[in-house]
């Protein structure tokens, strides 16, 4: 056995210490640590395709409307509560055809009905009346849609930009029909708008519901995990300064997509917007592209429940929005 000459630090006094007898009581400091305000559940919605990443982009993108059903049937197996919708036409272009749009969503309430919340998307036509048209279409089935509140520049060449008036009328009429206005914001920027052109207006009803749509080339700037979480955190703050009661959902975008969503579990958001709408990768240190949707929803569960969150239900989905 190896010896060592303690002799020289003799006079050196042990730390003091309690009596063994007092190890079994249990610490009131570490009882009294408070729980952190964090939802138990954590709301999963598809975005199964968009409007703008085509099958040269990640040629596992889907075009046809069987096939973005069949995407969003598995995903509602696999941990998600809601979809949001678009549609391709035969090309793969963006369309707002209201017959594709019954395609694509009768049968899936006909399967789920309340178990499922139907989000659209109220953009892309030359007219207020023409974005507008599947949200009063389907008055009582779209229960939210988003709308962006300013310029969105991505990569240079898709640019949707939103005036005061624009924002103003869609969420009048999106209020109006009874589905809640999910304000998205891609920027900084973008909460200074919200704050003047709604709410300090008095237009946008309470609960606000706000998502967070950044990490995507022009949205915000996020290119790696320091960028990501001051980015994430300070927006998600800033929106709980103008009403502590706000709903704040994250989306998946960008090749940070699921890093972000991680995050967002942590800092108590109430859900996620996850697949093929936003983004290509998997993975952010990876070359990895998105294989189909189920997989991201499946990941997305999984990160919750580790996390101590399990997937919500769409009628938590509904409270968490004030549709309950």
């Known amino acids: 056995m190896a010896k060592y000459d303690f002799s020289k630090y003799k006079d050196i006094p042990a730390p003091p210490s309690s009596p063994m007898i007092?190890?079994?009581?249990?610490?009131?400091?570490w009882v009294q640590q408070r729980k952190w305000d964090i939802p138990d559940v954590f709301v999963i919605k598809v975005a199964p395709v968009g409007a703008f990443l085509m099958k040269g982009d990640n040629p596992n993108q889907k075009y046809t409307t069987k096939e973005i059903r069949n995407e969003i049937l598995e995903s509602l197996e696999a941990g998600a509560c809601a979809f949001h919708t678009h549609v391709r036409d035969e090309r793969g272009v963006h369309t707002l055809e209201?017959?594709?749009y019954h395609e694509l969503i009768d049968s899936i309430k006909e399967k789920y009905g309340r178990n499922v919340l139907v989000c659209g998307c109220p953009e892309g036509g030359t007219t207020i009346a023409e974005s507008l048209n599947p949200i009063v279409e389907f008055k009582g089935i779209i229960e939210t849609a988003p709308i962006t509140v300013?310029?969105?520049n991505l990569t240079g060449n898709f640019v949707v930009s939103m005036t005061p008036?624009?924002?103003?009328?869609?969420v009048e009429v999106m209020q109006d029909m009874g589905c809640k206005p999910e304000i998205v914001l891609h920027n900084v920027g973008d909460i200074s708008m919200v704050k003047r052109w709604l709410i300090d207006t008095g237009l946008l009803?309470?609960?606000y519901s706000f998502r967070l749509a950044i990490g995507n080339p022009g949205w915000a700037y996020i290119e790696d995990p320091y960028s990501m979480v001051d980015c994430v955190s300070f927006m998600m703050r800033e929106l709980k300064k103008i009403d502590p009661e706000c709903a704040i959902m994250v989306?998946?975008?960008g090749r940070a997509g699921l890093y972000i969503i991680a995050l967002a579990i942590e800092l108590g958001a109430y859900g996620a917007r996850v697949g093929m709408e936003d983004t290509l990768w998997m993975y952010p240190h990876k070359d990895e592209k998105i294989r189909d949707n189920k997989s991201v929803v499946k990941a997305v569960a999984t990160l919750a429940e580790t996390l101590g969150?399990?997937?919500?239900t769409a009628d938590d989905y509904r409270r968490f929005i004030g549709l309950m």
């Open 150 to 152: 300013t310029c969105v």
């Open 22 to 29: 007092e190890l079994a009581k249990p610490k009131t400091s």
């Open 165 to 170: 008036e624009l924002v103003k009328a869609h």
């Open 309 to 312: 969150r399990k997937p919500g």
């Open 205 to 207: 009803q309470k609960p």
């Open 251 to 253: 989306d998946m975008a």
């Open 98 to 100: 209201i017959q594709l």
